[in-house]
C-alpha cells in the first residue's frame, strides 16, 4: 500500500500550477499596495487631508484583492489536488498482476473494459477463502463462531500441506437449491501459501 506503480504525464497540470502561484504572488503584492493605500489614506484623512471617498474607494480595493487573492489559492489548492492524480499508488497491500498498458499509451478516465484497466491487486495477506456447508451444520457453525472456536483448514489442489485459519463470515441465507449456506474464512497467508481464485 502507497507504492508508487503509474505515474502519468503531469507537464500540463504542472504548468498551470506554476501560473497559478505566479498570480497569487501577484495578488499579494496587490493585497500589499492597497493596505499601504488604506494606511495612507486613513492618515491623511486624521490630518484633515484627502476625502473620505478615496477611502472608501482604497478600502474596496483592499477587500477585492484579499477576495481575489482567496479564490486563486483555492485555485491553487484544487491544482495540487489534481497533481495528485496523476501518480497511481497502490491502495491495499497485496500481489500485483501484470500491467496492460505501457509507456506511451493514452489511459481514459472512466475506462472499465479490460483494455482501460492499468492493473489488478489482489490481497494476499490475509487472504478469504469461501466455501458451502451443509445447513444442518449451521447451528453448530454459528455456536463454535461464538465460542471464538471456529476454524477452517484449507488444503490447495495438489499440495500436502494445509494452512489454519478463522471463520469470518456466514452468508445470511441458506441457498434452496442447494441446502447449503456460503461461509468465508480468513487465514493470516503471511507466506503466499494459499493463491488468489485457487481451488482449496
Known sequence: AGDVLVKLDSRQIEAQIKQTEATIAKDVAAVEQSTRDVAR??????????????????????????????????????????LSWYTLSAPINGRLGTFSSKAGNIIRAGDNTATGTLATIVQTAPIYVSFSVPQDVLADLRAAIVAGTAQAVATPQGSSKSSTGKVAFI??????????????????NMDDFLWAGQLC
Not at 492618515?43 to 478600502?59: E, I, P, V, W, Y
Not at 484583492?65 to 484544487?78: I, T
Not at 452468508?171 to 437449491?177: E, H, K, P, T, Y
Open 41 to 82: 489614506l486613513e492618515d491623511l484623512l486624521s490630518k484633515g487631508s484627502g476625502t473620505q471617498l478615496n477611502l472608501d474607494t482604497a478600502r474596496t480595493q483592499l477587500a477585492s484583492g484579499r477576495a481575489q487573492l482567496s479564490a486563486d489559492q483555492a485555485v491553487l489548492e484544487n491544482q495540487k489536488v489534481q
Open 171 to 188: 452468508d445470511n441465507a441458506v441457498d434452496q437449491a442447494t441446502g447449503s449456506v456460503n461461509v468465508r474464512a480468513v487465514f493470516e
